[in-house]
């Protein structure tokens, strides 16, 4: 089948004052059809969808020599009053982050009627029930919805009104740039599905930017990948994701699927344990003067031995990251007892003693935030060689070796934080964590800031540091691949409880408890089914 | 119900405040060696005796304790007691001066708010180099030029040279410098604020759905900036208490500054004390109301 193209996009390049971001962009997007544009960060795909909405943030412009026509008539890109014609009714969007995409100080139904009102819809009446009826439609049936904040919304219900308002001047084009990455994947593939069957009803267009090549299978018909840039490969979803012509895509559409042939090679772990919990619970102060205290975790129970990975599966809110910082004495617990190499944490006392806490290091999921933008890697990674009063030639020498075990080149180490890609960011974070020599080495959602390819190369860093330094793993994650990979045991985390524990490689048996199996089933790949 | 016990907590510590207030004015006029009697014995004769007989009359015989208590249930009832000098009740002085002084105030904070919104807005919306330079302009103005200062040069430019104004008791020149003055406070800030909230994904959102950028300005962009807004106002409003008491003295205009400047040469106690205990109660309930404000625009504000 053959539609006709509703939005043409010729020679686009997007210029910075240094020289151009995107180079020679050309794609074309058909009635009723979904174009997902597919590439690691930093290679230009939101650029592109920014572009095609006239949406560049300041300092950056549309190249010259760009052409692009909307159903057959030309549209200048560059052009501010002739895109904001066509915005919130020819074409709309949906961005990353829903949390901070919609205006906090106005309602839900404000912020809905308002895109109505421009898209032409009179009467204060008329557009309360278009809202109420815009709210159904995505899901959100219940008329209290409108009258909510966005902050009193979760995640997925956010974005859900994102689409609810990118809906309201029935667009013929949607642009997703990476609509579901900042949402667990429960409501990931929730949303995806949402927005397959809103396309489907409405025929609409859909321009659909992600990292993710399951997500692109499941959604797309076109697929075409960027590079630093440039459109690198194109064609029909089926034949460029099984027979890609260039390494580079085979790399992003084999990097999931390493995760999903994990080897379940049995490691020489130990009996010796690192880390014991026992009876675990962690409370949050309560709202407000009176409020009574939220218990974040409850009863939570296990060992882990040295040389060991132990993974906590579970989605946001299920009080695995309040686990891993209860851990590491960033949580005073409530109730019952963590054991670590030379001490134990009690509500009494609960945090670890200065000189035991290199042994305990700590991993965190966003590597930008975890790095003083103001230091160089080699005093960033240096820091803790410094607190144990090393020499400075015999800190540099460790530094070195460090930074060339996380795979990293030395020529980095003079370069600042915002320098460096995200991948060797956490590369820097791990080798820091690497030269305290610690005895168990926490990880909280370290690869979910990451691209698929790069969250690989991660893992297995992390893997064969493990066999290779013997420190015992607490891994914290949302997906379940990735925690089934690099775990040799999995504890199942919901709402404060843990729920369900197996070895890694029984993570998919049938017989596993119900949130398990919810998990499993929203992975990407699984949702075509 | 959440919000309501929040408000109330707020003014039952604004309440707090302005007693602790009252105390330490109270107890500073006592500090200070000699008391009433002493400053008017130096003016005139007075024997032991008479002195005894006028601090009795007066109740300065009694314990500060008592004298605390006596003099701030009168207040609350509207008596501040009677000025030495002028043998007139302190309240009534007080309701004559206070009018000028809010008019000037008031005045001088819409001119300081109405400048530095309009420029840190036109700057941050357009990315003006002109504006931009005009905001750096004002802001290093009020910081370099006492008001006093441009005050006095104003009026020997104003009034004396050109003739335009009168020298006493117009209102224009002060209210324009202690507003420019103001503005430079806040600009800065402002247009910071503002600068970074034109870069928020929400904005980006409004302008995504194609809405009229003067819309996507007042909805979106402002309440933004609000919170800061609201904090930077509240700290110009009470620089404004200070600012215009000497404006007031150079300028001519009868109210808290003259009063105040004129009880403390004559060393009128009553008057001193009822004046300052005021200007202090008025910027307790502004630091007051500037939370409670920035509680109900804020829905995330909670407790």
């Known amino acids: 089948m053959t539609a006709a193209p509703l939005l043409v996009v010729r020679d686009l390049s997007v210029l910075a004052p240094h020289g151009a971001l995107v180079r020679d962009v050309a794609f074309e997007v058909a009635h009723g059809r979904t174009l997902a544009l597919v590439g690691e ?142 949402l667990d994947t429960s409501v990931q593939a929730e949303v995806t599905r949402l927005l397959l069957r809103l396309q ?143 001490c134990t944490l009690t509500a009494e006392r609960p945090t670890i003693p200065q000189a035991l806490r290199r042994r305990c290091q700590l991993v965190f999921q966003n590597p930008a935030g975890a790095l003083n933008p103001r230091l160089t890697i080699e005093r960033l990674a240096g820091e803790p060689m410094r607190l144990a009063g090393m020499s400075r030639a015999e800190s540099r020498d460790r530094v070195a070796d460090a930074i060339a075990a996380v795979g990293l080149d030395p020529a980095l180490l003079g370069r600042y934080p915002h320098q460096i890609s995200g991948g060797q960011r956490q590369r820097v974070c791990i080798a820091r964590a690497l030269l305290c020599e610690p005895d168990l080495l926490v990880c909280d959602e370290a690869v979910s800031a990451l691209d698929a390819t ?76 | 119900m959440n919000t309501l016990a929040g408000l109330a907590l707020r003014l039952g510590k604004m309440l707090l405040q302005a007693a602790a207030i009252v105390v330490l004015v109270f107890l500073l006029a006592r500090v200070v060696p000699g008391d009433t009697v002493d400053v008017l014995a130096t003016q005139g004769d007075l024997t032991d005796a008479q002195q005894q007989v006028m601090r009795h009359e007066l109740g300065l015989d009694r314990s500060i304790g008592a004298q605390l208590l006596a003099w701030s249930s009168a207040a609350l009832a509207g008596d501040f007691g009677e000025s030495i000098r002028f043998r007139r009740p302190v309240a009534g002085m007080l309701a004559t001066a206070l009018p000028t002084t809010l008019r000037f105030a008031g005045m001088s904070f819409v001119v300081g708010l109405v400048i530095a919104f309009g420029l840190a807005v036109m700057a941050a919306t357009s990315g003006s180099r002109r504006t931009t330079a005009l905001i750096d302009a004002v802001n290093i103005w009020s910081i370099a030029f006492p008001t006093f200062c441009v005050g006095v040069l104003g009026i020997l430019v104003f009034s004396v040279w050109l003739g335009w104004l009168p020298v006493l008791g117009s209102m224009v020149l002060p209210v324009l410098i202690v507003g420019i003055d103001s503005a430079g406070q806040i600009v800065k800030p402002l247009y910071e604020e503002l600068r970074e909230a034109t870069a928020a994904a929400h904005v980006r959102t409004a302008r995504a759905k194609g809405l009229h950028p003067l819309r996507v300005v007042v909805v979106h962009l402002l309440p933004t900036a609000l919170p800061i807004a609201l904090t930077l106002s509240g700290l110009v409003l009470a620089g404004l208490v200070a600012g215009t008491l000497t404006m007031e003295v150079l300028f001519g205009l009868p109210g808290m500054g003259s009063l105040l400047l004129n009880a403390i040469h004559g060393r009128d106690y009553p008057v001193i004390q009822a004046t300052i205990v005021v200007i202090a109660v008025a910027l307790v309930v502004i630091n007051a109301l500037t939370d409670i404000l920035h509680r109900l625009i804020d829905p995330r504000v909670t407790a």
């Open chain 1, 41 to 182: 960060s930093g290679s230009g795909k939101s650029l592109t969808a920014l572009a095609t909405m006239g949406l560049l943030p300041p300092g950056l412009e549309v190249g010259p020599g760009t052409r692009a026509t909307f159903e057959g008539a030309p549209l200048a890109l560059g052009d501010e009053p002739a895109m904001r014609a066509l915005r919130g009714r020819r074409i709309a969007m949906v961005f990353q982050d829903p949390m901070s995409c919609l205006n906090p100080f106005l309602r839900i139904g404000a912020q809905i009627a308002e895109a109505l009102q421009r898209a032409g819809l009179r009467g204060a009446t008329a557009r309360r029930q278009r809202t109420l009826a815009l709210l159904g439609e995505v899901e959100l049936a219940d008329p209290a919805y409108a009258r909510r904040y966005p902050h009193e919304l979760s995640g997925g219900q956010q974005q859900r009104v994102m689409i609810a308002m990118a809906l309201a001047g029935s667009p013929d084009l949607l642009v997703a740039d990476e609509p579901t990455s900042a």
């Open chain 1, 200 to 342: 489907d009803s409405r025929g609409m267009a859909m321009l659909f930017i992600t990292h993710d090549l399951a997500l692109a299978r499941t959604l797309a018909d076109e697929i075409a990948v960027m590079r630093t840039g440039e459109i690198v490969e194109a064609g029909p979803a089926a034949r460029v994701l099984s027979a890609p012509r260039l390494a580079y895509t085979e790399r992003l559409v084999s990097a999931r699927r390493i995760l999903l042939s994990a080897p379940a090679t049995e490691r020489p772990g130990s009996d010796e344990p690192v880390l014991a919990v026992e009876g675990l619970a962690v409370d949050y102060p309560g709202k407000g003067l009176f409020g009574k205290p939220l218990r974040a975790l409850a009863g939570a129970s296990f060992t882990l031995a040295r040389g060991r990975t132990l993974g906590l599966l579970g989605e946001s809110g299920s009080g695995k990251s309040t686990l891993a910082a209860a851990i590491v004495g960033l949580r005073r617990p409530a109730e019952g007892r963590i054991r670590l190499p030379g």
């Open chain 1, 454 to 529: 790069v969250q690989v190369q991660i893992l297995m860093l992390l893997r064969r540091l493990q066999q290779e330094r013997g420190f015992a793993m607490l891994f914290v994650g949302h997906d379940p691949d990735v925690v089934g990979w690099i775990a040799d045991e999995v504890l199942v985390m919901h709402r404060g409880r843990i729920v369900d524990r197996c070895a890694a490689r029984d993570l998919g048996a049938d017989d596993r408890h119900e949130h398990t199996r919810c998990l499993l089933a929203a992975r990407p790949d699984r949702l075509a089914a």
